[in-house]
């Protein structure tokens, strides 16, 4: 069985920051809560952890979904999740590409979000961030943490 921190000094640090977004992050929002029930059916296991919380692995694929009182916050090898202050929400993907999910509740105004990398000496560089239809995106690179924030 792994753990989020489950490496040595050998472990290479994207290693460390893959653990760290991937399933750090999620297992935060979900660490007070009791499982409430389990299934598994055709290849796809779930275990549920109250109301719309819940965690899908589709053996399948490999595929998996996080969703957190109905907001997705973990898709298959990418995150989206509120930090621990609740003042900024983080994003990453470990191979890159079009980041995608629902906007949090009341990020109306594109112009209020910012988004910003996350380096080992802190905030990098600004980049482009957008609102469409409710849902914001990103185009990350790979294994690149993100710093996302909103204004008003």
Not at 45 to 69: A, I, W
Request: hydrophobic share 35%.
């Amino acid at each position: 069985m792994s753990s989020v921190v489950d490496f040595t000094h050998t472990t290479p640090q994207a290693g460390i920051t893959d653990r760290a977004y991937l399933l750090g992050v999620p297992w935060i929002l979900m660490r007070s809560r009791e499982m409430t029930g389990y299934r598994a059916e055709a290849g796809v296991r779930r275990s549920e952890f109250g109301p719309n919380t819940y965690v899908e692995v589709d053996d399948n694929g490999p595929r998996y979904r996080v969703v957190v009182d109905g907001r997705p916050v973990a898709i298959d090898f990418t995150s989206f999740a509120p930090n621990r202050r609740g003042d900024a929400w983080l994003a990453y993907s470990r191979s890159g590409g079009l980041l995608d999910y629902p906007a949090p509740k009341g990020w109306t105004d594109a112009a209020k979000v910012k988004a910003v990398t996350l380096t080992q000496e802190g905030p990098g560089a600004e980049v482009p961030v957008s609102l469409e239809g409710g849902r914001l995106r990103l185009q990350a690179a790979p294994a690149t943490p993100y710093r996302v924030s909103y204004s008003g």
